[in-house]
Nanobody
Framework: QVRLVESGGGSVQSGGSLRLSCSASEYTFGGDAMGWFRQPPGEDRETVANIMRDGTKTYADPAKGRFTISRDIADHTLYLEMNNLSPEDTAMYYC?????????????????????WGQGTQVTVSS
């Protein structure tokens, strides 16, 4: 059974924080990698952060130092803690699960690597 359901989005002011959650089924949580992505209005989907099955974490440059990806294995939940948000972080945020070897363990896999996606949760940051 495939299930990925994001929550936790909302509207915050610049400098604020949000914590996104992604509730997954046991099957989708068991992928080789899970990740967070975002898609600003009118732009392509971009990687935010990724966590491998062994716990290795990687971040895209805009997320480094501000965002933290984590997971609760018992609850099959993926999290994205976002701090010091700016209007440039405004986007629909998605979680995804993928299987197979990743292109690199130093950078997050691109969106094309992932097989299953949630429906997204909107994050809006005002200045």
């Amino acid at each position: 059974q495939v299930r990925l359901v994001e929550s936790g989005g909302g509207s915050v002011q610049s400098g604020g924080s949000l914590r996104l959650s992604c509730s997954a089924s046991e099957y989708t949580f068991g992928g080789d990698a899970m990740g967070w992505f975002r898609q600003p209005p009118g732009e392509d989907r971009e990687t935010v952060a990724n966590i491998m099955r062994d716990g290795t974490k990687t971040y895209a440059d805009p997320a480094k130092g501000r965002f933290t990806i984590s997971r609760d294995i018992a609850d099959h939940t993926l999290y994205l803690e976002m701090n010091n948000l700016s209007p440039e972080d405004t986007a629909m945020y998605y979680c995804a699960a993928g299987w197979g070897p990743v292109p690199s363990r130093d950078t997050p896999p691109p969106p094309v690597y992932y097989s299953y996606w949630g429906q997204g949760t909107q994050v809006t940051v005002s200045s």
